[in-house]
Protein backbone atom coordinates (compact mmCIF):
# COMPACT_ATOMS: atom_id res chain seq x y z
CA UNK A 1 0.00 0.00 0.00
CA UNK A 2 1.33 3.55 -0.93
CA UNK A 3 0.53 6.51 0.47
CA UNK A 4 1.69 10.01 -0.37
CA UNK A 5 1.08 13.19 1.38
CA UNK A 6 1.61 17.08 1.03
CA UNK A 7 2.63 19.44 3.19
CA UNK A 8 0.32 21.97 1.93
CA UNK A 9 1.56 24.74 4.68
CA UNK A 10 5.32 24.33 2.96
CA UNK A 11 3.91 23.73 -1.22
CA UNK A 12 3.93 27.17 -2.89
CA UNK A 13 2.85 26.15 -6.12
CA UNK A 14 2.86 29.93 -7.97
CA UNK A 15 7.09 29.91 -7.20
CA UNK A 16 7.91 26.39 -8.32
CA UNK A 17 5.72 26.31 -11.18
CA UNK A 18 4.20 23.13 -10.40
CA UNK A 19 7.64 20.65 -10.74
CA UNK A 20 6.57 17.77 -9.39
CA UNK A 21 3.45 17.88 -11.81
CA UNK A 22 5.75 18.67 -15.03
CA UNK A 23 8.70 16.13 -14.54
CA UNK A 24 5.89 13.11 -13.16
CA UNK A 25 6.62 10.38 -15.80
CA UNK A 26 3.43 8.54 -14.54
CA UNK A 27 0.29 9.07 -16.41
CA UNK A 28 -1.42 5.74 -17.05
CA UNK A 29 -4.78 5.54 -19.66
CA UNK A 30 -5.48 9.10 -20.08
CA UNK A 31 -4.93 9.55 -16.13
CA UNK A 32 -2.39 11.43 -14.89
CA UNK A 33 -0.73 10.74 -11.34
CA UNK A 34 -0.43 14.40 -10.25
CA UNK A 35 -3.03 16.91 -10.87
CA UNK A 36 -3.77 20.17 -9.63
CA UNK A 37 -6.69 21.44 -6.94
CA UNK A 38 -9.29 23.56 -9.40
CA UNK A 39 -10.23 25.23 -6.02
CA UNK A 40 -6.56 25.36 -3.94
CA UNK A 41 -4.35 25.08 -7.25
CA UNK A 42 -2.12 23.06 -5.76
CA UNK A 43 -1.20 19.29 -6.45
CA UNK A 44 -2.97 16.10 -5.62
CA UNK A 45 -1.27 12.79 -6.12
CA UNK A 46 -3.25 9.75 -6.76
CA UNK A 47 -2.55 6.84 -4.29
CA UNK A 48 -3.67 4.19 -7.05
CA UNK A 49 -1.87 6.16 -9.95
CA UNK A 50 1.91 6.79 -8.11
CA UNK A 51 4.55 4.21 -8.89
CA UNK A 52 6.71 5.65 -6.38
CA UNK A 53 9.52 6.56 -8.07
CA UNK A 54 10.32 9.32 -6.17
CA UNK A 55 10.88 12.18 -8.87
CA UNK A 56 8.62 14.32 -7.42
CA UNK A 57 10.11 14.25 -3.99
CA UNK A 58 13.25 15.58 -5.51
CA UNK A 59 11.84 18.03 -7.81
CA UNK A 60 10.05 19.54 -4.98
CA UNK A 61 11.90 22.83 -4.05
CA UNK A 62 10.15 23.42 -1.02
CA UNK A 63 10.70 19.63 0.30
CA UNK A 64 6.71 19.67 0.68
CA UNK A 65 6.43 15.69 -0.49
CA UNK A 66 6.31 12.49 0.98
CA UNK A 67 5.27 8.85 -0.06
CA UNK A 68 5.91 5.70 2.11
CA UNK A 69 4.92 2.31 1.35
CA UNK A 70 3.28 0.33 4.08
CA UNK A 71 1.91 -3.47 4.93
CA UNK A 72 -1.60 -3.70 2.95
CA UNK A 73 -2.92 -4.78 6.49
CA UNK A 74 -2.90 -0.96 7.24
CA UNK A 75 -4.88 0.02 4.32
CA UNK A 76 -7.52 1.46 6.33
CA UNK A 77 -6.87 4.76 8.46
CA UNK A 78 -9.14 5.32 11.37
CA UNK A 79 -8.62 9.69 10.17
CA UNK A 80 -7.75 10.96 7.41
CA UNK A 81 -7.68 15.01 7.06
CA UNK A 82 -7.90 15.46 3.32
CA UNK A 83 -6.29 13.98 0.10
CA UNK A 84 -2.59 13.95 0.96
CA UNK A 85 -2.51 14.42 4.36
CA UNK A 86 -1.98 12.69 7.45
CA UNK A 87 -3.50 9.56 8.68
CA UNK A 88 -3.61 7.59 11.70
CA UNK A 89 -3.78 4.09 12.31
CA UNK A 90 -5.42 2.07 15.45
CA UNK A 91 -6.59 3.52 18.50
CA UNK A 92 -5.00 3.61 22.30
CA UNK A 93 -7.01 1.78 24.39
CA UNK A 94 -7.99 3.56 27.64
CA UNK A 95 -8.30 1.37 30.70
CA UNK A 96 -10.79 2.15 33.67
CA UNK A 97 -9.37 3.35 36.74
CA UNK A 98 -5.83 3.53 35.60
CA UNK A 99 -3.16 5.84 33.60
CA UNK A 100 -2.75 5.31 30.27
CA UNK A 101 0.79 7.15 28.80
CA UNK A 102 1.20 7.67 25.14
CA UNK A 103 5.10 7.96 23.98
CA UNK A 104 6.33 9.29 20.33
CA UNK A 105 7.55 12.18 18.22
CA UNK A 106 5.84 15.18 17.25
CA UNK A 107 3.35 14.80 14.63
CA UNK A 108 2.74 10.88 14.74
CA UNK A 109 -0.68 11.24 16.02
CA UNK A 110 -0.83 11.53 19.98
CA UNK A 111 -3.29 14.89 19.77
CA UNK A 112 -5.13 13.12 16.94
CA UNK A 113 -5.89 9.96 18.68
CA UNK A 114 -6.51 11.94 22.32
CA UNK A 115 -9.00 14.01 20.19
CA UNK A 116 -10.49 10.83 18.86
CA UNK A 117 -10.95 9.37 21.85
CA UNK A 118 -12.37 12.45 23.76
CA UNK A 119 -15.52 12.70 21.41
CA UNK A 120 -13.94 16.07 20.00
CA UNK A 121 -12.71 14.75 16.26
CA UNK A 122 -15.37 12.37 14.94
CA UNK A 123 -13.24 9.44 12.99
CA UNK A 124 -13.90 9.11 9.12
CA UNK A 125 -12.35 5.86 8.36
CA UNK A 126 -10.25 7.62 5.83
CA UNK A 127 -13.29 8.46 3.79
CA UNK A 128 -12.98 11.86 4.39
CA UNK A 129 -14.86 13.33 1.32
CA UNK A 130 -17.98 11.97 3.10
CA UNK A 131 -20.12 14.17 5.83
CA UNK A 132 -21.92 11.05 7.09
CA UNK A 133 -20.75 9.87 10.11
CA UNK A 134 -19.53 6.22 10.40
CA UNK A 135 -20.74 3.59 12.70
CA UNK A 136 -18.28 3.23 15.08
CA UNK A 137 -19.89 0.62 17.23
CA UNK A 138 -19.86 -1.76 14.54
CA UNK A 139 -16.59 -1.02 13.50
CA UNK A 140 -14.99 -1.84 16.59
CA UNK A 141 -17.02 -4.64 16.92
CA UNK A 142 -15.56 -7.42 19.20
CA UNK A 143 -12.73 -5.01 20.21
CA UNK A 144 -12.06 -3.50 23.77
CA UNK A 145 -12.82 0.00 21.90
CA UNK A 146 -16.97 -1.67 21.60
CA UNK A 147 -17.98 -0.38 24.58
CA UNK A 148 -16.04 2.93 24.74
CA UNK A 149 -17.44 4.06 20.90
CA UNK A 150 -20.76 3.04 22.43
CA UNK A 151 -20.98 5.23 24.71
CA UNK A 152 -19.08 7.83 22.72
CA UNK A 153 -22.23 7.87 20.24
CA UNK A 154 -24.75 7.50 23.30
CA UNK A 155 -23.55 10.46 24.29
CA UNK A 156 -22.96 8.36 27.75
CA UNK A 157 -19.38 9.29 28.67
CA UNK A 158 -18.11 13.20 29.53
CA UNK A 159 -14.46 14.03 28.92
CA UNK A 160 -12.24 16.63 29.65
CA UNK A 161 -9.36 17.58 27.68
CA UNK A 162 -6.67 19.61 28.44
CA UNK A 163 -4.78 21.44 25.23
CA UNK A 164 -1.04 21.13 24.04
CA UNK A 165 -0.66 24.60 23.83
CA UNK A 166 -1.29 26.69 27.12
CA UNK A 167 0.29 29.67 25.84
CA UNK A 168 -2.70 30.56 23.85
CA UNK A 169 -5.09 30.32 26.76
CA UNK A 170 -4.99 34.08 27.74
CA UNK A 171 -6.06 35.14 24.53
CA UNK A 172 -9.29 32.87 24.89
CA UNK A 173 -9.66 33.29 28.71
CA UNK A 174 -10.03 36.58 30.24
CA UNK A 175 -9.83 37.76 34.29
CA UNK A 176 -8.45 36.90 37.51
CA UNK A 177 -6.68 33.10 37.96
CA UNK A 178 -9.15 32.48 41.58
CA UNK A 179 -12.10 33.11 39.62
CA UNK A 180 -11.70 31.46 36.55
CA UNK A 181 -10.50 28.22 38.64
CA UNK A 182 -13.79 28.54 40.87
CA UNK A 183 -15.90 29.09 37.63
CA UNK A 184 -14.70 26.06 36.11
CA UNK A 185 -14.35 24.03 39.75
CA UNK A 186 -17.60 21.32 39.18
CA UNK A 187 -15.59 18.16 41.52
CA UNK A 188 -14.77 21.08 44.54
CA UNK A 189 -11.02 20.04 44.40
CA UNK A 190 -9.56 23.47 42.75
CA UNK A 191 -8.58 24.38 46.15
CA UNK A 192 -6.48 21.12 47.22
CA UNK A 193 -5.27 21.10 43.39
CA UNK A 194 -4.29 24.83 44.21
CA UNK A 195 -2.14 23.63 47.47
CA UNK A 196 -0.92 20.89 45.98
CA UNK A 197 0.11 22.62 42.44
CA UNK A 198 1.86 25.89 44.13
CA UNK A 199 -0.47 28.07 42.77
CA UNK A 200 -1.38 30.26 45.67
CA UNK A 201 0.62 33.31 44.50
CA UNK A 202 -1.11 33.49 40.88
CA UNK A 203 -4.71 33.42 42.42
CA UNK A 204 -4.93 37.51 42.38
CA UNK A 205 -3.05 37.64 38.98
CA UNK A 206 -5.26 38.16 35.76
CA UNK A 207 -5.04 35.39 33.03
CA UNK A 208 -3.36 37.81 30.47
CA UNK A 209 -0.04 38.07 32.90
CA UNK A 210 0.57 34.38 34.10
CA UNK A 211 4.05 33.31 33.55
CA UNK A 212 4.20 29.73 30.86
CA UNK A 213 4.51 27.45 34.12
CA UNK A 214 1.14 29.42 35.94
CA UNK A 215 -0.56 28.45 33.05
CA UNK A 216 -0.03 25.14 32.50
CA UNK A 217 -0.92 24.40 35.90
CA UNK A 218 -3.80 26.45 35.91
CA UNK A 219 -4.77 24.40 32.78
CA UNK A 220 -4.32 21.20 34.41
CA UNK A 221 -6.21 22.09 37.48
CA UNK A 222 -8.93 24.08 35.52
CA UNK A 223 -9.24 19.97 33.74
CA UNK A 224 -9.25 17.89 36.58
CA UNK A 225 -11.49 20.19 38.21
CA UNK A 226 -14.17 18.91 35.66
CA UNK A 227 -16.96 16.16 36.35
CA UNK A 228 -15.90 13.98 33.69
CA UNK A 229 -15.85 10.20 33.10
CA UNK A 230 -12.14 10.11 31.46
CA UNK A 231 -9.74 12.88 31.36
CA UNK A 232 -6.75 14.15 28.45
CA UNK A 233 -4.01 16.06 29.63
CA UNK A 234 -1.81 16.33 26.53
CA UNK A 235 1.78 17.37 27.99
CA UNK A 236 0.90 18.39 31.29
CA UNK A 237 4.52 19.06 32.30
CA UNK A 238 5.81 21.71 29.99
CA UNK A 239 7.19 24.80 30.74
CA UNK A 240 7.22 23.29 34.73
CA UNK A 241 10.52 22.86 37.17
CA UNK A 242 10.90 19.04 37.99
CA UNK A 243 9.39 19.49 41.64
CA UNK A 244 6.41 20.96 39.94
CA UNK A 245 6.51 18.02 37.36
CA UNK A 246 6.22 15.62 40.14
CA UNK A 247 3.51 17.25 41.57
CA UNK A 248 1.60 17.06 38.87
CA UNK A 249 2.26 13.81 38.49
CA UNK A 250 0.83 12.67 41.99
CA UNK A 251 -2.24 14.66 41.42
CA UNK A 252 -2.75 12.56 38.08
CA UNK A 253 -2.20 9.28 40.05
CA UNK A 254 -4.55 10.58 42.69
CA UNK A 255 -7.36 11.25 40.02
CA UNK A 256 -6.92 8.21 38.50
CA UNK A 257 -8.06 6.09 41.79
CA UNK A 258 -11.49 7.23 40.76
CA UNK A 259 -11.15 8.20 36.93
CA UNK A 260 -9.67 7.24 33.97
CA UNK A 261 -7.34 9.28 32.69
CA UNK A 262 -4.81 9.46 28.86
CA UNK A 263 -1.34 11.51 28.93
CA UNK A 264 0.64 12.75 26.37
CA UNK A 265 4.62 13.63 28.06
CA UNK A 266 7.55 13.51 26.67
CA UNK A 267 9.50 13.64 30.16
CA UNK A 268 10.43 9.62 30.31
CA UNK A 269 10.74 10.17 34.04
CA UNK A 270 7.34 11.32 34.26
CA UNK A 271 5.48 9.88 32.04
CA UNK A 272 7.22 6.16 33.95
CA UNK A 273 6.15 7.81 37.18
CA UNK A 274 2.75 8.38 36.59
CA UNK A 275 1.83 5.50 34.41
CA UNK A 276 -0.02 1.89 34.57
CA UNK A 277 0.11 1.65 30.73
CA UNK A 278 1.40 3.28 27.75
CA UNK A 279 1.39 3.25 23.50
CA UNK A 280 4.12 3.58 21.75
CA UNK A 281 3.09 6.21 18.61
CA UNK A 282 5.57 5.48 15.67
CA UNK A 283 5.69 6.49 12.18
CA UNK A 284 7.10 9.35 9.78
CA UNK A 285 5.92 13.13 11.24
CA UNK A 286 3.62 14.54 9.70
CA UNK A 287 2.77 11.80 6.83
CA UNK A 288 1.24 8.47 9.14
CA UNK A 289 1.12 7.32 12.45
CA UNK A 290 0.61 4.12 14.13
CA UNK A 291 -0.64 3.10 17.41
CA UNK A 292 1.28 -0.04 18.87
CA UNK A 293 -0.25 -2.65 21.07
CA UNK A 294 -1.13 -1.68 24.72
CA UNK A 295 2.66 -2.46 26.60
CA UNK A 296 3.23 -2.25 29.95
CA UNK A 297 5.51 1.13 31.08
CA UNK A 298 8.71 -0.37 31.49
CA UNK A 299 8.66 -2.93 29.21
CA UNK A 300 7.38 -0.02 26.72
CA UNK A 301 9.85 2.49 27.67
CA UNK A 302 12.39 0.34 26.94
CA UNK A 303 11.17 -0.91 23.47
CA UNK A 304 10.50 3.05 22.31
CA UNK A 305 14.66 3.60 23.37
CA UNK A 306 15.47 0.48 21.65
CA UNK A 307 13.80 1.52 18.67
CA UNK A 308 12.29 -1.82 18.25
CA UNK A 309 8.28 -3.09 19.08
CA UNK A 310 8.52 -6.53 19.37
CA UNK A 311 4.90 -7.33 19.23
CA UNK A 312 4.66 -5.66 16.07
CA UNK A 313 7.90 -6.45 14.53
CA UNK A 314 8.96 -3.35 13.46
CA UNK A 315 12.03 -0.96 14.30
CA UNK A 316 10.91 2.44 13.91
CA UNK A 317 14.87 3.90 14.79
CA UNK A 318 18.41 2.59 13.67
CA UNK A 319 20.03 2.98 16.55
CA UNK A 320 19.28 2.00 20.47
CA UNK A 321 20.04 4.73 22.84
CA UNK A 322 21.64 3.27 25.96
CA UNK A 323 22.47 5.03 29.43
CA UNK A 324 25.70 4.40 30.33
CA UNK A 325 27.55 4.85 34.51
CA UNK A 326 29.13 7.86 35.21
CA UNK A 327 29.66 7.64 38.95
CA UNK A 328 33.65 8.00 38.24
CA UNK A 329 33.71 9.36 35.05
CA UNK A 330 37.32 10.45 33.98
CA UNK A 331 37.94 13.30 31.65
CA UNK A 332 40.12 12.92 28.32
CA UNK A 333 41.60 15.77 29.68
CA UNK A 334 41.68 17.25 33.41
CA UNK A 335 42.86 20.70 32.19
CA UNK A 336 40.76 23.32 33.60
CA UNK A 337 39.44 25.17 30.91
CA UNK A 338 37.89 28.43 33.27
CA UNK A 339 37.30 28.95 36.75
CA UNK A 340 35.16 31.58 37.90
CA UNK A 341 34.61 33.09 41.18
CA UNK A 342 31.82 33.07 43.84
CA UNK A 343 29.83 36.34 42.91
CA UNK A 344 25.95 37.52 43.57
CA UNK A 345 23.50 39.04 41.70
CA UNK A 346 20.82 41.43 43.58
CA UNK A 347 17.22 42.48 41.88
CA UNK A 348 14.59 44.64 43.64
CA UNK A 349 12.98 41.39 45.36
CA UNK A 350 15.44 38.64 44.08
CA UNK A 351 19.14 37.64 45.40
CA UNK A 352 21.81 35.24 43.76
CA UNK A 353 24.50 33.97 45.71
CA UNK A 354 27.17 31.29 43.64
CA UNK A 355 29.65 28.97 45.11
CA UNK A 356 33.03 29.25 42.68
CA UNK A 357 33.93 26.11 40.76
CA UNK A 358 36.02 25.26 38.04
CA UNK A 359 35.07 23.82 34.27
CA UNK A 360 37.06 20.88 32.49
CA UNK A 361 37.06 20.26 28.62
CA UNK A 362 35.35 17.74 28.02
CA UNK A 363 32.70 18.04 30.61
CA UNK A 364 28.95 18.83 29.95
CA UNK A 365 27.62 20.40 33.47
CA UNK A 366 23.85 20.29 33.56
CA UNK A 367 22.01 22.65 36.15
CA UNK A 368 18.88 21.38 37.80
CA UNK A 369 16.53 23.22 40.34
CA UNK A 370 13.40 25.00 41.01
CA UNK A 371 12.04 28.15 38.62
CA UNK A 372 13.09 31.48 39.56
CA UNK A 373 16.09 30.07 41.82
CA UNK A 374 18.39 32.14 39.20
CA UNK A 375 19.24 29.34 37.01
CA UNK A 376 19.10 31.63 33.54
CA UNK A 377 20.88 34.47 35.80
CA UNK A 378 23.57 32.55 36.36
CA UNK A 379 23.87 31.20 32.35
CA UNK A 380 23.65 35.01 31.63
CA UNK A 381 26.52 36.00 33.98
CA UNK A 382 28.94 33.32 32.30
CA UNK A 383 27.61 34.09 29.00
CA UNK A 384 28.81 38.21 29.24
CA UNK A 385 25.24 39.15 29.21
CA UNK A 386 25.05 39.95 32.96
CA UNK A 387 27.18 41.53 35.35
CA UNK A 388 27.58 39.88 39.25
CA UNK A 389 27.24 42.57 41.73
CA UNK A 390 29.55 41.97 44.69
CA UNK A 391 33.20 42.64 42.95
CA UNK A 392 33.96 39.91 41.64
CA UNK A 393 33.49 40.42 38.07
CA UNK A 394 33.30 38.00 35.49
CA UNK A 395 36.18 37.77 32.91
CA UNK A 396 37.46 35.48 30.50
CA UNK A 397 39.32 35.26 27.37
CA UNK A 398 37.26 31.95 25.95
CA UNK A 399 34.85 32.01 23.34
CA UNK A 400 31.13 31.63 24.61
CA UNK A 401 28.01 30.42 22.82
CA UNK A 402 24.72 30.83 24.38
CA UNK A 403 21.51 29.55 23.58
CA UNK A 404 18.66 32.14 25.79
CA UNK A 405 15.35 30.05 27.28
CA UNK A 406 13.35 32.26 25.21
CA UNK A 407 14.19 32.57 21.73
CA UNK A 408 12.78 35.42 19.17
CA UNK A 409 11.85 35.28 15.84
CA UNK A 410 12.73 38.61 14.59
CA UNK A 411 15.45 37.07 12.27
CA UNK A 412 13.93 38.56 8.75
CA UNK A 413 15.02 35.48 6.53
CA UNK A 414 15.46 31.61 6.29
CA UNK A 415 16.96 28.82 8.35
CA UNK A 416 19.47 28.40 5.95
CA UNK A 417 20.16 32.54 5.77
CA UNK A 418 20.44 32.27 9.13
CA UNK A 419 23.00 29.05 9.62
CA UNK A 420 25.21 30.27 6.66
CA UNK A 421 25.56 33.67 8.00
CA UNK A 422 26.73 32.02 11.84
CA UNK A 423 28.46 29.09 10.72
CA UNK A 424 30.31 31.13 7.88
CA UNK A 425 31.97 28.71 5.24
CA UNK A 426 31.69 25.24 7.98
CA UNK A 427 27.79 25.64 6.41
CA UNK A 428 28.79 24.30 3.37
CA UNK A 429 30.93 21.25 4.49
CA UNK A 430 29.70 17.40 5.03
CA UNK A 431 31.02 17.42 8.33
CA UNK A 432 28.52 19.93 9.42
CA UNK A 433 25.82 18.51 7.87
CA UNK A 434 26.21 14.97 9.59
CA UNK A 435 26.96 16.42 12.77
CA UNK A 436 24.49 19.07 13.20
CA UNK A 437 21.96 19.55 10.53
CA UNK A 438 20.87 15.91 10.34
CA UNK A 439 20.59 14.80 13.47
CA UNK A 440 19.13 17.86 14.76
CA UNK A 441 16.30 17.64 11.66
CA UNK A 442 17.14 21.20 9.83
CA UNK A 443 17.04 19.77 6.75
CA UNK A 444 13.09 19.21 5.97
CA UNK A 445 13.09 23.01 7.46
CA UNK A 446 16.02 24.46 5.61
CA UNK A 447 14.41 26.89 3.60
CA UNK A 448 11.43 27.70 6.29
CA UNK A 449 11.16 31.20 7.09
CA UNK A 450 12.54 31.33 10.76
CA UNK A 451 10.15 33.87 11.99
CA UNK A 452 7.24 31.18 11.16
CA UNK A 453 9.06 28.46 12.68
CA UNK A 454 6.87 26.38 14.92
CA UNK A 455 8.37 26.23 18.62
CA UNK A 456 9.95 22.68 18.27
CA UNK A 457 11.41 23.97 15.17
CA UNK A 458 12.48 27.28 16.57
CA UNK A 459 14.25 25.11 19.63
CA UNK A 460 16.36 23.13 16.80
CA UNK A 461 17.65 25.76 15.04
CA UNK A 462 18.15 28.03 17.94
CA UNK A 463 20.57 25.10 19.17
CA UNK A 464 21.96 24.73 15.67
CA UNK A 465 23.12 27.62 15.66
CA UNK A 466 24.68 28.29 19.07
CA UNK A 467 26.77 24.44 18.02
CA UNK A 468 27.55 26.71 14.76
CA UNK A 469 29.30 29.79 15.94
CA UNK A 470 33.47 29.01 16.76
CA UNK A 471 33.34 28.88 20.70
CA UNK A 472 34.99 27.42 23.56
CA UNK A 473 32.10 27.47 26.13
CA UNK A 474 28.49 26.64 25.21
CA UNK A 475 25.89 27.80 27.20
CA UNK A 476 22.28 26.25 26.67
CA UNK A 477 19.17 27.75 28.47
CA UNK A 478 16.52 24.55 28.44
CA UNK A 479 17.17 23.32 25.15
CA UNK A 480 14.62 20.76 25.92
CA UNK A 481 11.37 22.55 25.91
CA UNK A 482 9.28 22.09 23.20
CA UNK A 483 11.01 19.00 21.66
CA UNK A 484 9.40 15.72 21.75
CA UNK A 485 11.13 12.76 23.59
CA UNK A 486 13.46 11.55 20.45
CA UNK A 487 14.57 15.13 19.59
CA UNK A 488 15.58 15.80 23.25
CA UNK A 489 17.50 12.59 23.11
CA UNK A 490 18.95 13.68 19.79
CA UNK A 491 20.14 16.84 20.95
CA UNK A 492 21.94 14.73 23.33
CA UNK A 493 23.75 12.56 21.52
CA UNK A 494 25.03 15.43 19.05
CA UNK A 495 26.31 17.86 21.87
CA UNK A 496 28.28 14.96 24.06
CA UNK A 497 29.54 13.84 20.38
CA UNK A 498 30.54 17.77 19.53
CA UNK A 499 31.76 18.51 23.49
CA UNK A 500 33.85 14.83 23.35
CA UNK A 501 35.73 14.82 20.10
CA UNK A 502 36.55 18.81 20.32
CA UNK A 503 37.53 18.82 23.69
CA UNK A 504 35.15 21.62 24.40
CA UNK A 505 32.78 22.93 27.25
CA UNK A 506 28.94 23.21 27.71
CA UNK A 507 26.52 24.05 30.50
CA UNK A 508 22.71 23.26 30.26
CA UNK A 509 20.06 24.25 32.14
CA UNK A 510 17.61 21.02 32.02
CA UNK A 511 14.18 20.25 33.90
CA UNK A 512 14.33 16.63 32.66
CA UNK A 513 15.80 14.41 34.21
CA UNK A 514 16.24 11.50 31.60
CA UNK A 515 17.98 13.86 28.93
CA UNK A 516 20.24 15.41 31.53
CA UNK A 517 21.68 12.59 32.76
CA UNK A 518 22.24 10.98 29.16
CA UNK A 519 24.08 14.13 28.39
CA UNK A 520 25.86 15.42 32.00
CA UNK A 521 29.05 14.40 33.18
CA UNK A 522 28.01 16.72 36.83
CA UNK A 523 25.53 19.01 37.69
CA UNK A 524 25.29 22.57 39.65
CA UNK A 525 22.49 22.37 42.16
CA UNK A 526 20.33 25.28 43.03
CA UNK A 527 18.21 25.60 45.62
CA UNK A 528 16.33 28.87 47.97
CA UNK A 529 13.19 30.02 47.82
CA UNK A 530 11.65 31.11 44.41
CA UNK A 531 11.20 34.49 43.12
CA UNK A 532 13.13 35.83 46.35
CA UNK A 533 16.57 33.86 46.58
CA UNK A 534 18.71 31.42 44.85
CA UNK A 535 21.73 29.64 45.88
CA UNK A 536 24.00 28.06 43.33
CA UNK A 537 26.43 25.27 44.48
CA UNK A 538 29.61 24.20 43.06
CA UNK A 539 29.98 21.39 39.80
CA UNK A 540 29.23 18.26 41.56
CA UNK A 541 29.79 14.86 40.05
CA UNK A 542 26.28 13.74 38.89
CA UNK A 543 25.77 11.33 41.41
CA UNK A 544 26.05 13.93 44.54
CA UNK A 545 24.57 16.71 42.95
CA UNK A 546 21.31 14.71 42.33
CA UNK A 547 21.49 12.89 45.47
CA UNK A 548 21.45 16.85 46.59
CA UNK A 549 18.54 17.60 44.59
CA UNK A 550 16.42 14.55 45.06
CA UNK A 551 16.77 14.42 49.13
CA UNK A 552 15.38 17.93 48.79
CA UNK A 553 12.14 17.28 46.73
CA UNK A 554 12.14 13.74 48.34
CA UNK A 555 12.22 11.35 45.52
CA UNK A 556 14.46 8.64 44.61
CA UNK A 557 15.39 6.96 41.71
CA UNK A 558 16.94 3.49 40.18
CA UNK A 559 19.00 2.18 37.10
CA UNK A 560 16.95 0.39 34.28
CA UNK A 561 18.58 -2.75 33.92
CA UNK A 562 18.64 -3.22 30.57
CA UNK A 563 18.65 0.21 29.02
CA UNK A 564 20.64 2.10 32.52
CA UNK A 565 17.95 4.71 32.22
CA UNK A 566 17.11 6.40 35.66
CA UNK A 567 13.99 5.41 36.75
CA UNK A 568 11.11 7.26 39.44
CA UNK A 569 10.49 5.03 42.10
CA UNK A 570 6.63 5.11 43.58
CA UNK A 571 6.20 7.03 46.53
CA UNK A 572 6.92 5.20 49.80
CA UNK A 573 7.34 1.74 47.70
CA UNK A 574 9.53 -0.88 48.84
CA UNK A 575 12.35 0.22 47.23
CA UNK A 576 11.34 4.13 47.58
CA UNK A 577 11.61 3.10 51.57
CA UNK A 578 15.01 1.57 51.18
CA UNK A 579 17.05 3.88 49.25
CA UNK A 580 15.82 6.77 51.47
CA UNK A 581 17.02 4.89 54.47
CA UNK A 582 19.88 4.54 53.07
CA UNK A 583 20.49 8.13 52.08
CA UNK A 584 21.06 6.91 48.41
CA UNK A 585 18.38 9.00 46.08
CA UNK A 586 20.49 8.33 42.82
CA UNK A 587 21.30 5.15 42.30
CA UNK A 588 24.02 4.01 39.62
CA UNK A 589 23.80 0.70 39.63
CA UNK A 590 20.97 -1.33 38.66
Do not use: W
Amino acid sequence: MRIAVIDYDKCQPKKCNLLCLNYCPGPRMNEETIIVDEVTKKPIISEVLCTGCGICIHKCPYKAISIVNLPEELSQPIHQYGPNTFRLYRLPIPKEGKVLGLIGQNGVGKTTAIKILSGELYPNMGDYSSKERKNLSSYFRGTELQGYFEKIEARDIKSSLKPQYVDKLSQVVKGNTADLLDKVDERGVSKELIQELGLTDALDKDISVLSGGELQRVAVIASMSKDADIYFLDEPTSYLDIKQRLNVAKSIRNLAEKKTVVVIEHDLAILDYLSDNIHILYGQPGVYGIVSTPLGVRVGINMYLDGYIKEDNVRFRDESIKFYQKEEKSLKSKKVLLEYPAFEKNYDSFSLKTEGGALHKGEVIGIVGPNATGKSTFIKILAGVLEPDNGNKFETELKVSYKPQYIKRDYDGTVRNLLAEVAKEKFFTNIYKAEILRPLEIDPIIDNLVSELSGGELQRVAIAACLSQDADLYLFDEPSAYLDIEQRLNFSKVLRRFIGDKELMAIIVEHDLVSLDYTSDKAIVFSGRPSVSGIASPPLSLRDGMNRFLKEIGITFRREPESGRPRSNKIDSQKDREQKSSGEYYYFKA
